[in-house]
């Protein structure tokens, strides 16, 4: 049986034969290489971040005020990366984070990365703002596990419908992301005066719905195309949604629901409250509120306080030893954006695929080495302060 850590091997017996790996190994270096294949505009966009971009660094700085500490002699041959998350096993403790517009990084877009996670089992989860309709999205996908992310638009009908495609499509659990109600100040897109949705990239769930389409008087075409466009902008976040809400929500969907962008005890107790499932500690990759915690360091409070919640986590994991680190610190397991976005950008489903499998080696070399058989033996023993 192949194993995770089976990928290091055959990238060097491929090398016997003068054949190289193709996309970096160091998932740091993937931006990097991205920015040579990507417009400015869409390179900017997305590993851009909010303001002066200080939380992106953050995130990544607070992976580093961690330190694994390797322990030695304790039979590590047989190891089991695979993490129970819903009553299902995921083979690994990482999911494909929501990232919207995979149109303007790679024409094959959100069918390329389903199809490369759902060959690994791994789950994607597919954004509300997909440059493809979910229904195709989830063809691509065929059995792979897929949920759902909601961004929460102002019309009740709309939202009623999109979480009734997303059932209908197989869509599993659903992901509520508060934190971008709208979108932060973000100066590299301003500075290129760039917006994806403007030129209709990113609204192909919106042009598909029949509530949406019968805001605009019937199906987009060319003709209508602005006025839908301004009904996108008009529709697109709810500023106005309270804790009150999520009771309207939760009578709509039947499986797992997760709010995404909690940093805060509070709020989680909250959300258990109000009968979530989970939460997802994240702070959107800094692409927010610029000056905010590092997404990690709000991780440990956020555990304690989530009785009974699922508790996922993402912002800034690059490598396996970040996944570790999240997963020593209460995490259940991560999801990752911006590495699979820039595979996605050099090498369509042949990249996402090189990125998600470079990441899992690494994970499972370094749980090894460092003593660990799988996610079960993480805690707050593997780590210390630096
Ligand atoms: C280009 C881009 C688009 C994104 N689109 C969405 C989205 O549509 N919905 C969502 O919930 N989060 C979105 N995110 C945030 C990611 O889901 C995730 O929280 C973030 O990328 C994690 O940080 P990382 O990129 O450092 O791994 C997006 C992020 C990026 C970089
Ligand atoms: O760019 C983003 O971070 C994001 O979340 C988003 C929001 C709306 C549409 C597409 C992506």
Same mark, same amino acid.
């Given at each position: 049986?192949?194993?995770?850590?089976?990928?290091?091997?055959?990238?060097?017996?491929?090398?016997?034969?003068?054949?190289?790996?193709?996309?970096?190994?160091?998932?740091?270096?993937?931006?990097?290489?991205?920015?040579?294949?990507?417009?400015?505009?869409?390179?900017?966009?997305?590993?851009?971040?909010?303001?002066?971009?200080?939380?992106?660094?953050?995130?990544?700085?607070?992976?580093?005020?961690?330190?694994?500490?390797?322990?030695?002699?304790?039979?590590?041959?047989?190891?089991?990366?695979?993490?129970?998350?819903?009553?299902?096993?995921?083979?690994?403790?990482?999911?494909?984070?929501?990232?919207?517009?995979?149109?303007?990084?790679? $024409?094959?877009?959100?069918? =390329?990365? !389903?199809? #490369? /996670?759902?060959?690994?089992? &791994?789950?994607?989860? @597919?954004? %509300?703002?997909?440059?493809?309709?979910?229904?195709?999205?989830?063809?691509?996908?065929?059995?792979?596990?897929?949920?759902?992310?909601?961004?929460?638009?102002?019309?009740?009908?709309? $939202?009623?419908?999109?979480? =009734?495609? !997303?059932? #209908? /499509?197989?869509?599993?659990? &659903?992901?509520?992301? @508060?934190? %971008?109600?709208?979108?932060?100040?973000?100066?590299?897109?301003?500075?290129?005066?760039?917006?994806?949705?403007?030129?209709?990239?990113?609204?192909?769930?919106?042009?598909?719905?029949?509530?949406?389409?019968?805001?605009?008087?019937?199906?987009?075409?060319?003709?209508?195309?602005?006025?839908?466009? @301004?009904?996108?902008?008009?529709?697109?976040?709810?500023?106005?949604?309270?804790?009150?809400?999520?009771?309207?929500?939760?009578?709509?969907?039947?499986?797992?629901?997760?709010?995404?962008?909690?940093?805060?005890?509070?709020?989680?107790?909250?959300?258990?409250?109000?009968?979530?499932?989970?939460?997802?500690?994240?702070?959107?990759?800094?692409?927010?509120?610029?000056?905010?915690?590092?997404?990690?360091?709000?991780?440990?409070?956020?555990?304690?306080?989530?009785?009974?919640?699922?508790?996922?986590?993402?912002?800034?994991?690059?490598?396996?030893?970040?996944?570790?680190?999240?997963?020593?610190?209460?995490?259940?397991?991560?999801?990752?954006?911006?590495?699979?976005?820039?595979?996605?950008?050099?090498?369509?489903?042949?990249?996402?695929?090189?990125?998600?499998?470079?990441?899992?080696?690494?994970?499972?070399?370094?749980?090894?080495?460092?003593?660990?058989?799988?996610?079960?033996?993480?805690?707050?023993?593997?780590?210390?302060?630096?």
């Amino acid at each position: 049986m192949s194993t995770p850590a089976d990928f290091q091997n055959e990238i060097y017996l491929a090398g016997l034969g003068d054949v190289l790996p193709g996309f970096p190994t160091d998932l740091t270096k993937l931006e990097d290489a991205a920015r040579d294949v990507l417009s400015a505009r869409a390179f900017g966009y997305v590993a851009g971040s909010a303001g002066s971009e200080r939380t992106a660094r953050f995130n990544r700085e607070a992976f580093d005020r961690w330190r694994i500490v390797p322990r030695l002699l304790r039979d590590v041959s047989v190891r089991d990366l695979s993490v129970e998350v819903f009553g299902r096993r995921m083979p690994a403790p990482v999911l494909l984070a929501p990232l919207g517009v995979q149109g303007i990084l790679h $024409a094959d877009g959100e069918r =390329a990365t !389903a199809r #490369a /996670a759902a060959e690994l089992g &791994l789950t994607s989860v @597919l954004s %509300t703002a997909s440059s493809t309709a979910l229904e195709d999205v989830a063809e691509a996908a065929g059995t792979g596990p897929r949920w759902y992310q909601l961004y929460w638009p102002k019309s009740r009908e709309l $939202a009623a419908s999109f979480l =009734a495609r !997303a059932e #209908a /499509a197989g869509y599993e659990a &659903l992901v509520v992301t @508060l934190d %971008t109600f709208t979108l932060a100040w973000r100066p590299r897109d301003l500075d290129g005066a760039y917006l994806p949705f403007l030129r209709a990239v990113g609204v192909q769930n919106y042009f598909s719905d029949p509530v949406f389409q019968e805001m605009v008087g019937g199906p987009v075409t060319d003709a209508n195309r602005d006025a839908a466009l @301004l009904t996108w902008v008009a529709q697109f976040g709810n500023p106005a949604l309270t804790w009150d809400d999520l009771a309207w929500l939760r009578e709509r969907w039947n499986g797992p629901i997760l709010l995404k962008g909690v940093q805060h005890a509070d709020d989680a107790r909250r959300a258990a409250d109000a009968g979530m499932d989970g939460v997802v500690v994240s702070n959107h990759g800094g692409r927010q509120v610029d000056g905010a915690v590092a997404s990690l360091d709000a991780l440990p409070a956020v555990v304690s306080a989530a009785d009974g919640l699922t508790v996922l986590f993402d912002s800034g994991i690059r490598t396996g030893s970040d996944v570790i680190k999240a997963l020593a610190l209460g995490a259940r397991a991560v999801l990752v954006g911006r590495p699979f976005a820039y595979g996605l950008a050099l090498g369509g489903e042949t990249g996402v695929r090189h990125v998600l499998r470079s990441l899992l080696a690494d994970l499972d070399l370094t749980l090894a080495l460092a003593g660990l058989t799988g996610p079960a033996d993480l805690g707050p023993d593997t780590l210390v302060r630096a």
